[in-house]
C-alpha cells in the first residue's frame, strides 16, 4: 500500500512539473507553436506567452518581469522582437499536444462508452478520444497516444486534435449514395454549387460548366489567402498608428521610465508628461501674480492709512477749532446778557467794555467764515483702480 501510495505521489509531481513546463505561469493556458501563446523569452530567462507580455505595462520602452522584476528593453517590434522559446517550441512539436489535450491528460479524465455524444478511442473503448493519427486513421485519447506512439518510429506520426481530424466528403443532397465531386461554376448555380456525378451527368447541373471540387476549392483559398495578405499591411498600419497615439498618450500623461544608475541597476522613475508641465507653468504664473497683488494690496492699504491720518488731524484740528470757539462766543454772550440787567449808570460804565467783547465777536466771526470755506464735510475717500 505505501509503494502504491508513493507511486501515486511521483505520478503526481511528474504530472505536476509537466504543467509547469507546458503552461503559462501568468494566465496558465497551454503554449502554442504559434499564436498569441506562443512562448518568448524574457532577458531572466523565464518564459511567457505573447498575449501576457502584451499585457504587462511598459517602463521607458522596457518590461518588467512578474517573477523577479528584472527589466528586459523592448525593440520597435514591441513584444514581438522577443525571442521564442525555441527548446520548449521543440519540447511541445514532439508531443503534438494541444490545451485540451493536456488538461485531459493531466486530470486523467475517463469517460464510458455509454455516452453516445463521445468518441471512443480505439485502443480503450472506455477513454475518450481526444487524438486523430492521420497516418494510423485511429482515434486515440492522450495516455493511449503517448502509449501507443512511444517509439522512435512511431513517435514520427503525426497527431492532430480531434476537432481537426480530416472530414470526409458530404454525399450529394439529392443523389445520397454518391460523393460530392465537382462545383457548378455557372452564375446562377452559386447558392448551390456543389454537384455529384449523376447532378453532372443527368441532374440539374447538366451540361453545366464546372470544375473539379479540390480545384475550386483551392482556387478560393487563394482568393482569401490574397485578401488576407492585403490585410495583414493594413493591420500593421493600423497598428503602427496606435503604437504613435500611445506614446502621444503616454507624453502627454506622463509615467514611469526605467533608468539605470551608476551600477547599473535599472530603476523605475517618474517623468511628467506636457500636461503636468503646462499645469504647473499655470500654477507658477498665477503664484507670481497673486505675490504681485499681495504687494500691491499692502501698498494700496499703507496709502489710505496715510490719507486717514492725515484727514482725521486736520478734522480734529479743526472740531478743536470750534469747540475754542463756541466757548469764548458763549463767554461773550453771557456778559451781554449780564450786563442788561444793570442799571443805566452801570450800563454807560461797562460800555467800553461791550465794545471789546463785540470786537472779540467780530474776530471770531470771522475766523469762522475762514475755517468754514476749508473744511471737508465729505466722509468719502477717494480711491482708483488700474487693471494689471
Known sequence: MASISSRNTQECSEKKSKSNVLECRVCDDVFTLQGKKIPRLLHCGHTLCHECLTRLPVYGGALLCPFDRQA????????????????????????????????????????????????????????????????????????????????????????????????????????????????????????????????????????????????????????????????????????????????????IEGGTRLVEDLDGIAEPRHFPGTAEIVRSRVRQHFQELHETLQRQEEVAKSVIDSHLRERLYVLRHQQEAFASMISNVSVICMQCDRVLQYDNARVLLAKIEINKLLESLRVHQQQFNELSQNIQLSAGIPITFTKV
Open 72 to 251: 528586459t528593453q523592448l525593440t520597435d517590434s514591441g513584444v514581438a522582437g522577443l525571442k521564442k522559446n525555441f527548446a520548449l517550441i521543440d519540447l511541445i512539436e514532439r508531443l503534438h499536444i494541444s490545451k485540451e489535450q493536456f488538461n485531459i491528460l493531466r486530470d486523467n479524465i475517463t469517460t464510458t462508452a455509454t455516452d453516445k455524444t463521445c468518441i471512443p478511442c480505439d485502443e480503450n473503448e472506455d477513454h475518450k478520444a481526444v487524438l486523430y493519427c492521420t497516418v494510423c486513421s485511429t482515434n486515440l485519447c492522450a495516455p493511449c497516444a503517448l502509449n501507443t506512439h512511444s517509439t522512435r518510429t512511431l513517435a514520427k506520426h503525426k497527431r492532430i486534435p480531434l476537432s481537426e481530424k480530416p472530414r470526409e466528403r458530404p454525399a450529394c443532397n439529392i443523389h445520397a449514395p454518391h460523393l460530392v465531386e465537382f462545383s457548378c461554376i455557372e452564375p446562377e448555380c452559386q447558392s448551390n454549387p456543389l454537384m455529384c456525378s449523376v447532378c453532372k451527368d443527368h441532374g440539374m447541373h447538366k451540361s453545366h460548366m464546372y470544375s473539379p471540387l479540390g480545384q475550386e476549392a483551392s482556387q478560393t483559398r487563394t482568393t482569401i489567402s490574397e485578401t488576407v495578405s492585403h490585410i495583414r499591411p493594413f493591420i500593421d498600419e493600423i497598428s503602427e498608428l496606435m503604437q504613435r497615439l500611445n506614446t502621444t498618450i503616454e507624453e
